[in-house]
């Protein structure tokens, strides 16, 4: 059974970093893709940002610039940098892997941006 383990998250001031992390476990085939997604309350989750297989990354118009996605040589661990962090950054991020048969979501992990 594939789990993903999410961590990274918390407080932190407006303009201040984190990192978020996420580590893929169990049988895995044929990762596709893996990215972040994060909901705000009251709100439909959305997308933050993607990378696939063949290393192409796809980002929300919101953390452009802001927030980097990357992942491990081995590609079942994927990251967000998050920089320049502003209160409307404020969700439950959530992680998701992607095979060609289903999708995987990690439990989630809070960021709470303020002062």
């Known amino acids: 059974q594939v789990q993903l383990v999410e961590s990274g998250g918390g407080l932190v001031q407006p303009g201040g970093s984190l990192r978020l992390s996420c580590a893929a476990s169990?049988?895995?085939?044929?990762?596709?893709?893996m990215g972040w997604y994060r909901q705000a309350p009251g709100l439909e989750r959305e997308l933050v940002a993607t990378?696939?297989?063949?290393?192409?990354?796809n980002y929300a118009d919101s953390v452009k610039g802001r927030f980097t996605i990357s992942r491990d040589n081995a590609k079942t661990t994927v990251y967000l940098q998050m920089n320049s962090l502003k209160p409307e950054d404020t969700a439950v991020y959530y992680c998701?892997?992607?095979?060609?048969?289903?999708?995987?979501w990690g439990q989630g992990t809070l960021v709470t941006v303020s002062s």
């Open positions: 998701k892997l992607e095979t060609p048969s289903r999708e995987v």
């Open positions: 169990g049988l895995i085939f044929s990762i596709t893709a």
């Open positions: 990378v696939t297989s063949n290393g192409y990354t």
